[in-house]
């Protein structure tokens, strides 16, 4: 007498543990604007404080604007110094940025008055904007009585260059790639190759009229002709094959709607309900 073992199946104690990853990237979005002051010496005097204006720019998504103050903007200083800012122009909280003021030389020879917060970045880290107007600069920029005498001022102007640096944060995790995948065609090209004629190796009956067909298409799109034509009992020799209980105009107006993949399906499944019949007609 036999017996029937049944097997216990036990959870498994082993777990895999998928990783994942992602990356924090911190990064500058980097803009500039050069600011040109035409008649200087007609700013000076108009008072501690004062300031002009360029226009405004955008870098990083807000707006920027460079401050010049011909007669300083510290009370302290009594007018001895020009002061220099960039200030943020658009509505904004805790903008965190790099900032480079540049006072050119208009000799030729290069030797721009340069500060710069990008090379110590370091050090301090970027620097924080907390709201609209908030800015960036020197009182002290540079002294009037030399700028007066040096070569950044040429026929009453300065040329001011200025950098920005926006401090932008974001997380990336793994890239997902998407292919848009076209919409399949392929019941139209049988379509095509069945009215082309081409390659036909069967043909159906039907009501004393006969229709080419491929068989290998035949095989793909009903489990019936696959049997048939390449099952176990297959004959090599099947060319024909007669279609019982159904007329032959509509037999055509199936093949005809038979370019798409649903009037093909619906071929074969008329052809199945109203029965079929092989007739083994062997080539002599």
């Known amino acids: 007498m036999g017996r029937v073992l049944r097997d216990t199946l036990k959870p498994s104690t082993s777990s895999v543990s998928a990783t994942t990853t992602s990356t924090s990237v911190t990064e500058t979005v980097n803009g500039s604007h050069q600011f040109k002051i035409t008649g200087y010496s007609l700013s000076k005097g108009s008072g501690i404080g004062k300031y002009i204006a360029s226009d405004t720019f955008m870098v990083g998504g807000y707006l920027w604007a460079i401050y010049f103050y ?157 049997a048939q034509l390449f099952g176990p009992m297959k004959d090599h020799n099947t060319k024909q094959i007669e279609v019982e209980d159904m007329e032959a105009p509509v037999f055509k107006v199936q093949c005809n709607t038979s370019s798409s993949c649903v009037g093909l399906k619906l071929m074969l499944l008329l052809i199945a309900f109203t029965g079929l019949r092989f007739m083994m007609a062997t080539s002599h």
């Open 70 to 226: 011909p007669d300083g903007k510290s009370p302290e200083d009594n007018a001895a110094y020009i002061s220099l800012f960039i200030a943020l122009a658009s509505e904004g909280t805790d903008v965190r940025a790099l900032f480079e003021l540049t006072l050119l030389d208009q000799s030729g020879k290069e030797r721009h008055k340069v500060h710069s917060h990008f090379g110590r970045t370091l050090e301090s880290g970027p620097y924080t904007l907390k709201y609209r107007g908030s800015m960036w600069g020197y009182k002290r920029f540079f002294k009037r009585t030399l700028l007066e005498q040096s070569d950044y001022l040429k026929d009453d102007c300065l040329s001011v260059h200025c950098s920005v640096g926006v401090v932008m944060s974001h997380t990336e995790g793994p890239k997902i790639f998407s292919i848009a995948v076209p919409p399949s065609n392929i019941g139209h090209h049988l379509g095509q190759l069945l009215e082309s004629g081409k390659q036909t190796d069967v043909s159906f009956e039907v009501d004393g009229e006969f229709f080419p067909a491929h068989k290998l298409v035949l095989a793909a799109r009903s489990p019936v002709f696959r």
